[in-house]
């Protein structure tokens, strides 16, 4: 039997001790919760994307009473993101949640969906992506999706590499 230890880094900062691009970033997607459509589990989450070019696409959770049919916000930014701009990296995605009137007071974190459709965009545009996690107390701050799922499937896997 061999034994593997897997480690993550991760980073948690104030409001205050963030830089204005994660601020900014991180506002939108505050802003963003209150577009979701989230009827069945009233808990709402937004998401923007920052791209190479600067531009931030934005994104919120879509329910569906047949839940399966329902999207994430971060899902719906980065298929946002590649559909309207294929060429642009994602350099940075922040996620907010509110739900009960306010902002989660700890950072709310990505389904494994999502994890893994942010490996992928990684893996698309060939660098990492800053993740941003928003919590009224803290803000969780990864430096690579890698972070959030250390055992990804990539292409490579389906090419039996």
């Known amino acids: 039997m061999k034994e593997y230890q897997l480690t993550a880094t991760m980073r ?4 205050s001790e963030l830089t204005d691009e994660q601020r900014e970033v991180l506002t939108i997607a505050k802003e ?3 577009r979701s459509y989230c009827p069945y589990s009233h808990f709402h989450v ?3 994307a920052k791209l190479a070019n600067g531009v931030i696409i934005r994104g919120c959770n879509q329910e569906n009473a047949a839940y399966p049919s329902g999207l994430c ?3 719906s930014a980065l298929f946002a993101a590649g559909a309207q701009y294929p060429e642009e990296p994602v350099t940075m995605l922040a996620i907010a949640c509110f739900t009960g009137g306010h902002f989660t007071k700890e950072p709310g974190s990505p389904c494994g969906g999502c994890r893994q459709v942010m490996t992928e965009t990684e893996n698309r545009y ?3 992506m800053q993740i941003l996690l928003y919590g009224e107390d803290e803000t969780y701050v990864f430096d690579s999706a890698a ?3 250390p055992l990804v499937f990539v292409k490579e896997n389906l090419l039996g590499e």
């Open 147 to 149: 972070d959030l799922l």
């Open 12 to 15: 948690s900062y104030p409001w």
């Open 46 to 48: 937004g998401a923007a």
């Open 73 to 75: 916000a971060e899902r």
């Open 126 to 128: 060939g660098g990492k």
């Open 32 to 34: 963003q919760t209150q």
